[in-house]
Protein backbone atom coordinates (compact mmCIF):
# COMPACT_ATOMS: atom_id res chain seq x y z
CA UNK A 1 0.00 0.00 0.00
CA UNK A 2 1.61 3.52 -0.95
CA UNK A 3 0.47 7.13 -0.37
CA UNK A 4 1.41 10.40 -3.06
CA UNK A 5 4.13 11.00 -0.93
CA UNK A 6 5.63 7.47 -2.15
CA UNK A 7 5.70 5.93 1.13
CA UNK A 8 5.44 2.22 0.91
CA UNK A 9 3.51 1.26 3.92
CA UNK A 10 3.52 -2.75 4.99
CA UNK A 11 0.82 -3.84 6.64
CA UNK A 12 1.21 -4.32 10.55
CA UNK A 13 -0.33 -5.87 13.63
CA UNK A 14 -2.43 -3.28 15.38
CA UNK A 15 -1.31 -2.35 18.48
CA UNK A 16 -4.45 -2.97 19.96
CA UNK A 17 -3.02 -4.17 23.69
CA UNK A 18 -1.52 -1.09 23.82
CA UNK A 19 -3.20 2.19 25.23
CA UNK A 20 -2.42 5.91 24.23
CA UNK A 21 1.42 6.43 24.32
CA UNK A 22 2.84 9.96 24.45
CA UNK A 23 5.67 10.67 22.38
CA UNK A 24 7.97 12.89 22.01
CA UNK A 25 10.24 13.16 19.03
CA UNK A 26 13.39 15.20 18.66
CA UNK A 27 14.47 15.96 15.14
CA UNK A 28 16.41 18.67 13.55
CA UNK A 29 14.29 17.53 10.02
CA UNK A 30 10.69 18.68 10.56
CA UNK A 31 10.37 16.94 6.74
CA UNK A 32 10.80 13.72 8.54
CA UNK A 33 7.86 14.20 10.79
CA UNK A 34 5.38 13.59 8.34
CA UNK A 35 6.43 10.06 7.33
CA UNK A 36 7.35 9.09 10.74
CA UNK A 37 3.45 10.12 11.73
CA UNK A 38 2.14 8.45 8.77
CA UNK A 39 3.92 4.92 9.73
CA UNK A 40 2.72 5.17 13.55
CA UNK A 41 -0.63 5.89 12.37
CA UNK A 42 -0.68 2.82 9.49
CA UNK A 43 0.45 0.59 12.29
CA UNK A 44 -2.56 1.65 14.33
CA UNK A 45 -0.93 3.00 17.29
CA UNK A 46 -3.31 4.99 19.77
CA UNK A 47 -0.50 8.02 20.46
CA UNK A 48 -0.06 11.81 21.74
CA UNK A 49 3.05 12.90 20.50
CA UNK A 50 4.80 16.89 20.19
CA UNK A 51 8.18 17.49 18.40
CA UNK A 52 11.52 19.60 19.45
CA UNK A 53 15.09 20.05 18.76
CA UNK A 54 17.66 18.69 20.75
CA UNK A 55 18.64 21.72 21.84
CA UNK A 56 15.31 22.81 23.22
CA UNK A 57 14.24 19.11 24.57
CA UNK A 58 15.13 19.97 28.39
CA UNK A 59 12.05 22.17 28.26
CA UNK A 60 9.78 19.12 27.26
CA UNK A 61 11.20 16.65 29.62
CA UNK A 62 11.40 18.85 32.65
CA UNK A 63 7.59 19.68 32.01
CA UNK A 64 6.25 16.32 31.14
CA UNK A 65 7.21 12.59 31.27
CA UNK A 66 6.85 10.57 28.37
CA UNK A 67 6.39 7.02 27.38
CA UNK A 68 9.41 6.94 24.76
CA UNK A 69 11.62 9.51 23.05
CA UNK A 70 11.80 9.07 18.92
CA UNK A 71 15.41 10.69 17.55
CA UNK A 72 15.57 11.23 14.04
CA UNK A 73 19.18 12.23 14.19
CA UNK A 74 21.15 12.83 10.80
CA UNK A 75 24.79 12.57 11.35
CA UNK A 76 26.51 15.81 12.25
CA UNK A 77 29.09 13.44 14.87
CA UNK A 78 31.01 10.60 14.78
CA UNK A 79 28.38 8.56 16.60
CA UNK A 80 25.34 9.66 17.68
CA UNK A 81 26.19 9.18 21.20
CA UNK A 82 27.69 12.29 21.01
CA UNK A 83 24.57 13.99 20.76
CA UNK A 84 22.82 12.21 23.57
CA UNK A 85 23.73 14.31 26.57
CA UNK A 86 20.46 15.85 26.70
CA UNK A 87 19.26 12.06 26.37
CA UNK A 88 21.45 11.00 29.26
CA UNK A 89 20.98 13.92 31.65
CA UNK A 90 17.52 14.15 31.55
CA UNK A 91 15.80 10.93 30.80
CA UNK A 92 17.66 7.59 30.72
CA UNK A 93 15.33 6.16 32.08
CA UNK A 94 12.73 6.38 28.75
CA UNK A 95 13.12 4.69 26.34
CA UNK A 96 15.03 6.01 23.16
CA UNK A 97 14.64 4.84 19.07
CA UNK A 98 17.25 6.19 17.11
CA UNK A 99 15.81 6.83 13.61
CA UNK A 100 18.93 7.22 11.75
CA UNK A 101 20.53 6.91 7.82
CA UNK A 102 23.26 3.21 8.03
CA UNK A 103 25.72 3.46 10.87
CA UNK A 104 28.60 1.27 10.81
CA UNK A 105 28.33 -1.93 13.19
CA UNK A 106 30.80 -0.84 15.64
CA UNK A 107 28.50 2.21 16.19
CA UNK A 108 25.63 0.45 15.88
CA UNK A 109 26.89 -1.86 18.68
CA UNK A 110 28.10 0.84 20.91
CA UNK A 111 24.70 2.86 20.81
CA UNK A 112 22.91 -0.62 21.95
CA UNK A 113 25.45 -1.16 24.79
CA UNK A 114 25.03 3.14 25.81
CA UNK A 115 21.48 1.95 26.92
CA UNK A 116 19.29 3.13 23.38
CA UNK A 117 16.31 0.88 23.20
CA UNK A 118 16.52 0.56 19.22
CA UNK A 119 17.30 2.38 16.13
CA UNK A 120 15.13 2.07 12.78
CA UNK A 121 17.38 3.28 9.54
CA UNK A 122 15.54 5.66 7.40
CA UNK A 123 14.71 3.79 4.31
CA UNK A 124 13.47 0.94 6.49
CA UNK A 125 11.14 3.20 8.82
CA UNK A 126 8.22 0.79 8.23
CA UNK A 127 9.88 -1.33 10.87
CA UNK A 128 9.49 1.46 13.55
CA UNK A 129 6.23 0.44 14.87
CA UNK A 130 7.91 -2.34 15.49
CA UNK A 131 10.49 -1.23 17.68
CA UNK A 132 8.27 0.96 19.29
CA UNK A 133 6.14 -1.58 20.41
CA UNK A 134 9.02 -4.10 21.46
CA UNK A 135 10.91 -0.91 23.10
CA UNK A 136 7.31 0.12 25.38
CA UNK A 137 7.38 -3.63 26.22
CA UNK A 138 10.81 -4.25 27.34
CA UNK A 139 10.06 -0.69 29.21
CA UNK A 140 7.16 -2.11 30.82
CA UNK A 141 8.31 -4.93 32.22
CA UNK A 142 11.75 -3.69 33.44
CA UNK A 143 9.51 -1.40 35.13
CA UNK A 144 7.81 -4.41 36.42
CA UNK A 145 10.81 -5.78 37.47
CA UNK A 146 12.15 -3.22 39.49
CA UNK A 147 8.26 -2.77 41.40
CA UNK A 148 8.58 -6.50 42.05
CA UNK A 149 12.00 -5.98 43.60
CA UNK A 150 10.39 -2.69 45.31
CA UNK A 151 8.60 -4.94 47.06
CA UNK A 152 10.53 -7.51 48.07
CA UNK A 153 12.92 -5.26 49.76
CA UNK A 154 9.58 -3.60 51.51
CA UNK A 155 9.00 -7.56 52.49
CA UNK A 156 12.09 -7.94 53.38
CA UNK A 157 12.37 -4.36 55.39
CA UNK A 158 9.36 -5.83 57.30
CA UNK A 159 10.39 -8.40 57.98
CA UNK A 160 13.18 -7.46 59.37
CA UNK A 161 11.38 -5.13 61.33
CA UNK A 162 9.50 -7.89 62.62
CA UNK A 163 11.98 -9.62 63.36
CA UNK A 164 13.37 -7.01 65.53
CA UNK A 165 10.48 -6.30 66.87
CA UNK A 166 10.69 -10.05 68.02
CA UNK A 167 13.76 -10.41 69.35
CA UNK A 168 13.58 -7.12 71.16
CA UNK A 169 10.33 -9.37 72.70
CA UNK A 170 12.69 -11.93 73.42
CA UNK A 171 15.60 -9.60 75.11
CA UNK A 172 12.89 -8.07 77.40
CA UNK A 173 11.39 -11.60 78.15
CA UNK A 174 15.04 -13.03 78.80
CA UNK A 175 15.78 -9.43 81.14
CA UNK A 176 12.48 -10.48 82.70
CA UNK A 177 13.78 -14.63 82.97
CA UNK A 178 16.68 -13.08 84.94
CA UNK A 179 15.14 -10.74 87.03
CA UNK A 180 12.71 -13.66 88.32
CA UNK A 181 15.61 -16.22 88.77
CA UNK A 182 17.68 -13.66 90.34
CA UNK A 183 14.96 -13.45 93.14
CA UNK A 184 13.91 -16.71 92.92
CA UNK A 185 17.19 -18.84 93.25
CA UNK A 186 19.58 -16.57 94.83
CA UNK A 187 16.97 -15.72 97.52
CA UNK A 188 15.77 -18.93 98.49
CA UNK A 189 19.53 -20.40 98.60
CA UNK A 190 21.11 -17.68 100.59
CA UNK A 191 18.49 -18.27 103.06
CA UNK A 192 19.18 -21.73 103.16
CA UNK A 193 22.99 -21.10 103.67
CA UNK A 194 21.97 -18.75 106.60
CA UNK A 195 19.89 -21.36 108.41
CA UNK A 196 22.36 -23.85 108.02
CA UNK A 197 25.16 -21.44 109.64
CA UNK A 198 22.98 -20.98 112.30
CA UNK A 199 22.27 -24.69 112.77
CA UNK A 200 26.34 -24.91 112.14
CA UNK A 201 26.80 -22.55 115.02
CA UNK A 202 24.66 -24.41 117.73
CA UNK A 203 22.73 -21.21 118.54
CA UNK A 204 19.40 -23.34 119.11
CA UNK A 205 20.97 -25.87 121.04
CA UNK A 206 24.19 -28.61 120.49
CA UNK A 207 24.48 -31.64 117.70
CA UNK A 208 25.78 -34.35 117.72
CA UNK A 209 28.82 -35.79 115.48
CA UNK A 210 26.55 -37.05 112.84
CA UNK A 211 23.68 -33.64 112.56
CA UNK A 212 26.95 -31.75 112.44
CA UNK A 213 28.21 -33.50 109.73
CA UNK A 214 24.93 -33.15 107.73
CA UNK A 215 24.79 -29.25 108.39
CA UNK A 216 27.78 -28.51 107.19
CA UNK A 217 27.17 -30.71 103.77
CA UNK A 218 24.35 -28.33 103.38
CA UNK A 219 25.85 -25.46 104.19
CA UNK A 220 28.99 -26.21 101.82
CA UNK A 221 26.84 -27.63 99.06
CA UNK A 222 24.32 -24.11 99.13
CA UNK A 223 27.60 -22.24 98.68
CA UNK A 224 28.29 -24.09 95.94
CA UNK A 225 24.88 -23.92 94.37
CA UNK A 226 24.90 -19.83 95.16
CA UNK A 227 28.25 -20.06 93.16
CA UNK A 228 26.99 -21.95 90.50
CA UNK A 229 23.58 -19.16 90.31
CA UNK A 230 25.31 -16.20 90.63
CA UNK A 231 28.15 -16.95 87.73
CA UNK A 232 25.25 -18.54 85.51
CA UNK A 233 23.71 -15.12 85.88
CA UNK A 234 26.30 -13.05 85.40
CA UNK A 235 27.57 -14.50 82.03
CA UNK A 236 23.15 -14.87 80.81
CA UNK A 237 23.55 -11.05 81.56
CA UNK A 238 26.63 -10.69 79.28
CA UNK A 239 25.20 -12.57 76.88
CA UNK A 240 21.78 -10.59 76.86
CA UNK A 241 24.21 -7.34 76.48
CA UNK A 242 22.50 -6.28 79.77
CA UNK A 243 25.69 -6.06 82.20
CA UNK A 244 26.95 -2.75 82.58
CA UNK A 245 30.39 -1.55 83.99
CA UNK A 246 30.71 1.10 86.09
CA UNK A 247 34.73 2.40 85.34
CA UNK A 248 36.31 4.24 87.97
CA UNK A 249 39.82 5.39 89.32
CA UNK A 250 41.32 2.78 91.18
CA UNK A 251 44.83 1.98 93.39
CA UNK A 252 45.94 -1.07 91.68
CA UNK A 253 47.81 -2.28 95.02
CA UNK A 254 44.68 -1.65 97.29
CA UNK A 255 42.63 -4.18 95.00
CA UNK A 256 45.59 -6.99 94.26
CA UNK A 257 46.00 -6.88 98.20
CA UNK A 258 42.20 -7.11 98.91
CA UNK A 259 41.74 -9.94 96.22
CA UNK A 260 45.00 -11.86 98.09
CA UNK A 261 43.39 -11.61 101.29
CA UNK A 262 40.26 -13.22 99.98
CA UNK A 263 41.91 -16.54 99.16
CA UNK A 264 45.01 -15.84 102.39
CA UNK A 265 43.34 -18.09 104.70
CA UNK A 266 42.82 -21.28 102.06
CA UNK A 267 46.42 -20.66 101.02
CA UNK A 268 47.70 -20.57 104.80
CA UNK A 269 45.56 -24.07 105.10
CA UNK A 270 47.50 -25.81 102.53
CA UNK A 271 51.19 -23.72 103.56
CA UNK A 272 51.29 -21.63 100.52
CA UNK A 273 53.38 -18.69 100.11
CA UNK A 274 51.17 -15.62 98.33
CA UNK A 275 53.86 -12.99 96.50
CA UNK A 276 52.64 -9.68 94.91
CA UNK A 277 55.25 -8.24 92.72
CA UNK A 278 54.09 -4.77 91.86
CA UNK A 279 55.94 -2.72 88.91
CA UNK A 280 56.69 0.82 90.60
CA UNK A 281 55.56 2.59 87.91
CA UNK A 282 52.21 1.24 88.57
CA UNK A 283 50.08 3.60 91.02
CA UNK A 284 46.03 3.31 89.21
CA UNK A 285 44.08 1.88 86.94
CA UNK A 286 40.05 2.60 85.58
CA UNK A 287 37.85 -0.42 86.14
CA UNK A 288 34.81 -1.63 87.46
CA UNK A 289 36.17 -2.14 91.21
CA UNK A 290 33.77 -5.34 91.82
CA UNK A 291 33.95 -6.66 88.41
CA UNK A 292 38.28 -6.38 88.87
CA UNK A 293 38.66 -8.35 92.37
CA UNK A 294 36.00 -10.84 90.60
CA UNK A 295 38.05 -11.63 88.35
CA UNK A 296 41.69 -11.55 90.33
CA UNK A 297 39.58 -13.61 93.14
CA UNK A 298 38.62 -16.15 90.76
CA UNK A 299 42.50 -16.49 89.02
CA UNK A 300 43.83 -16.18 92.55
CA UNK A 301 41.50 -19.30 93.87
CA UNK A 302 41.93 -21.71 91.01
CA UNK A 303 45.91 -20.98 91.61
CA UNK A 304 45.36 -21.95 94.84
CA UNK A 305 43.16 -24.90 94.12
CA UNK A 306 45.43 -26.58 92.09
CA UNK A 307 48.76 -26.02 93.58
CA UNK A 308 49.47 -28.53 96.17
CA UNK A 309 53.13 -26.79 97.15
CA UNK A 310 55.29 -23.90 96.66
CA UNK A 311 53.12 -20.70 95.86
CA UNK A 312 51.28 -18.19 94.01
CA UNK A 313 51.86 -14.91 92.31
CA UNK A 314 50.21 -12.14 91.56
CA UNK A 315 52.56 -9.81 89.31
CA UNK A 316 51.53 -6.35 87.82
CA UNK A 317 53.53 -4.96 85.15
CA UNK A 318 52.86 -2.59 81.92
CA UNK A 319 52.94 -4.68 78.58
CA UNK A 320 52.51 -1.71 76.23
CA UNK A 321 49.36 -0.14 76.93
CA UNK A 322 47.80 -2.68 78.77
CA UNK A 323 48.28 -3.24 82.30
CA UNK A 324 49.10 -6.98 83.02
CA UNK A 325 47.75 -8.56 86.40
CA UNK A 326 49.70 -12.21 85.74
CA UNK A 327 48.69 -14.97 88.48
CA UNK A 328 51.40 -17.47 88.65
CA UNK A 329 51.06 -20.76 90.34
CA UNK A 330 53.54 -23.74 90.74
CA UNK A 331 51.28 -26.33 90.52
CA UNK A 332 50.25 -29.36 88.62
CA UNK A 333 49.66 -27.43 84.96
CA UNK A 334 47.58 -27.53 82.12
CA UNK A 335 47.98 -30.10 79.09
CA UNK A 336 47.60 -27.94 75.55
CA UNK A 337 44.29 -30.16 75.06
CA UNK A 338 42.27 -29.49 78.35
CA UNK A 339 43.99 -25.58 77.25
CA UNK A 340 41.89 -25.23 74.04
CA UNK A 341 38.40 -26.08 76.16
CA UNK A 342 39.53 -24.42 79.32
CA UNK A 343 37.66 -20.68 79.10
CA UNK A 344 33.85 -22.42 78.15
CA UNK A 345 31.01 -23.02 80.17
CA UNK A 346 31.06 -25.83 82.87
CA UNK A 347 34.38 -26.94 81.26
CA UNK A 348 36.34 -28.52 84.29
CA UNK A 349 39.93 -30.39 84.40
CA UNK A 350 39.10 -33.97 85.65
CA UNK A 351 41.78 -34.41 88.46
CA UNK A 352 41.52 -35.86 91.74
CA UNK A 353 42.03 -31.90 92.96
CA UNK A 354 38.65 -31.35 91.36
CA UNK A 355 36.77 -34.18 92.65
CA UNK A 356 37.84 -33.48 96.05
CA UNK A 357 37.14 -29.44 95.53
CA UNK A 358 34.62 -28.87 93.15
CA UNK A 359 33.69 -25.62 91.32
CA UNK A 360 30.98 -24.36 89.29
CA UNK A 361 32.66 -24.56 85.83
CA UNK A 362 31.76 -21.31 84.77
CA UNK A 363 34.32 -18.77 86.75
CA UNK A 364 36.80 -18.81 83.83
CA UNK A 365 34.38 -18.01 81.08
CA UNK A 366 32.88 -15.18 83.23
CA UNK A 367 36.36 -14.11 84.24
CA UNK A 368 37.24 -13.88 80.30
CA UNK A 369 33.83 -12.64 79.31
CA UNK A 370 34.28 -9.63 82.14
CA UNK A 371 37.95 -9.35 80.87
CA UNK A 372 36.82 -8.33 77.11
CA UNK A 373 34.31 -6.06 78.47
CA UNK A 374 36.31 -3.86 79.87
CA UNK A 375 38.22 -4.23 76.59
CA UNK A 376 41.18 -6.55 77.56
CA UNK A 377 41.14 -10.46 77.69
CA UNK A 378 42.77 -13.21 79.37
CA UNK A 379 45.63 -15.42 78.62
CA UNK A 380 47.17 -19.00 79.69
CA UNK A 381 50.66 -20.09 79.43
CA UNK A 382 51.05 -23.61 81.27
CA UNK A 383 53.55 -26.36 81.47
CA UNK A 384 51.97 -30.02 82.95
CA UNK A 385 53.77 -30.75 86.57
CA UNK A 386 55.66 -26.90 86.91
CA UNK A 387 52.22 -24.56 87.06
CA UNK A 388 50.14 -22.24 85.18
CA UNK A 389 50.34 -18.52 84.51
CA UNK A 390 46.64 -16.47 83.89
CA UNK A 391 46.92 -13.01 82.63
CA UNK A 392 44.61 -10.57 82.75
CA UNK A 393 44.92 -7.53 80.43
CA UNK A 394 43.06 -4.11 80.83
CA UNK A 395 43.73 -0.71 79.08
CA UNK A 396 45.51 1.39 80.85
CA UNK A 397 43.31 4.29 80.63
CA UNK A 398 39.65 4.87 80.36
CA UNK A 399 40.32 6.52 76.89
CA UNK A 400 41.42 3.19 75.41
CA UNK A 401 38.71 1.42 76.99
CA UNK A 402 36.36 3.41 75.68
CA UNK A 403 37.73 3.14 72.60
Not at 81 to 91: F, I, P
Not at 163 to 168: V, Y
Request: proline fraction near 3%; include cysteine; glycine fraction near 4%.
Amino acid sequence: MSNSSGLVLQPRQKFHQISQVNLLIVTEENDDITRIIATLEAAGLNFFYEVTSACESSFYLSEKVYDAILYDYYQTAASPLDKLDWWYELAPNIPLILITDILGDEVAIECIRSGISGYVLRNNLFKLPDALKNSLISSTQKQTTQLTKIRQQQEYIKQLEQEKLSWQAAEAAKQELLSHLHHELRNPIAAIIGFAGMLKDEIYGSLNPRQMQYICAIASSGEHLLDLVNDYLDLAKIDAQQETLYPEKLAVEEICRASLAMVQEKARTKGLELILKLDRQIDFCVADKLRLKQILVNLLSNAVKFTEVGSVTLQVEYQSQMLAFAVIDTGIGISPDNQQKLFQPFQQIKTSINRRDKGTGLGLALSRKLARLHGGDIQLTSTVGKGSCFTLYIPRTLKEQVE
